[in-house]
């Protein structure tokens, strides 16, 4: 058993620390920070420093945090918590930010406010310049290929643009019915000439004419067992409007006030039928409002959403752990390189690659010329 003195030779008694001296610590001579600082000094942030008002404190310098984010991804680092925790332990980014700890809320702020997608740019394109000063990279031949990544929302709430066609093919025979029930309640009760209700007239719904065809076609072609066709036309609902709708709820409560009839609610309590029909004329306007947000989500460009990422489409992937060709919510990225460097980034909501490329050339071209 070792004695006592055998432990004091390496810790101090009563502390809880390594007694060591931090001056006989130093980075390898090779180490990719001291890189980053070369370039750094060479780069142009008057657009980074711009962003800052000559008043006040403005806490931890921009560019060493843009410094510190850089050097993070450049080792695979991109959670702020782990930054923050190695700004406090590794000796890279102890050198790297002179000893200063950045808390969260710091990196934060700076890229949520102050690192615009607009610098970031900007500044991406100096590192590239500078890889051409440096004969690294010419920027004239550009190599692109693509993938396709998960994105993080619920591979469950997808929403169709072929199954909302098909629910809303049936709507306007819905909303007809509620139509001919609310005219036909007014007059047999005289309510239309006593308060004034002219006759309603149902709005009209472009392009049902097409989806009611192929919904006609897909139930012949399923008795046959061929292959259905596809439904993701475009139906133009700007004139369906649920405050139409709503001009009949105003009636109906003004009518049912002006006859001293109530609004009942809970088990056991039998409901008017002006209350029936003042539900049935909510649940159908409640009904077109998510059909809208959904086309207006999904735009002209998309047949599918995310009910948890607006912005992600679904799509097939390689990786198909349930074996069934099943669309997951995925985003297709497009990467540019030139000898081994990532000299442009493309994420888009595109199923194919057909309308990729001529993004990135533009983009690149805009940076730094002709191709």
Known sequence: MQKQDYYNEFFELGQQKINFKFYELRLPDDDPVFTLKKVMEEMDFSALLA???????????????????????????????????????????????????????????????????????????????????????????????????????????????????????????????????????????GYDAKYGFGNARMFMIEGMDKVREVIEKNRKRKLTKHKKISNNGMIEIDNCSPLELLKLQKNLVATATGEGIGFVYGKGRKKSEIQRLYEELEACGRKIMEYKESFEIMGKERNSCSKTDLEAAFMRMKDDHMRNGQPKPAYNVQIAVENYFIIHGYISNDRTDYNTLIPVIQRHIHAFGEI
């Open 51 to 189: 962003q800052y008002s000559g008043k006040g404190k403005h806490g931890f310098h921009s560019i060493m945090k843009y410094g510190v984010l850089t050097y993070a991804n450049m080792r695979g680092v991109c959670e702020i918590d782990r930054i923050v925790e190695l700004c406090k332990r590794d000796l890279a980014f102890i050198w790297l930010t002179q000893g200063e700890q950045p808390k969260r809320d710091a990196f934060y702020d700076f890229l949520n406010k102050k690192l615009t997608s607009e610098i970031l740019d900007d500044l991406n394109n100096q590192l590239l310049r500078w890889l051409k000063k440096e004969g690294l990279a010419t920027l004239e031949p550009l190599f692109i290929d693509g993938t396709k990544i998960e994105a993080n929302a619920n591979r469950y709430t997808f929403v169709w643009r072929g199954i909302l066609n098909y629910h809303l093919a049936g709507l306007p025979d819905t909303i007809d019915s509620l139509y001919a029930k609310y005219n036909g309640f007014l007059e047999e009760n």
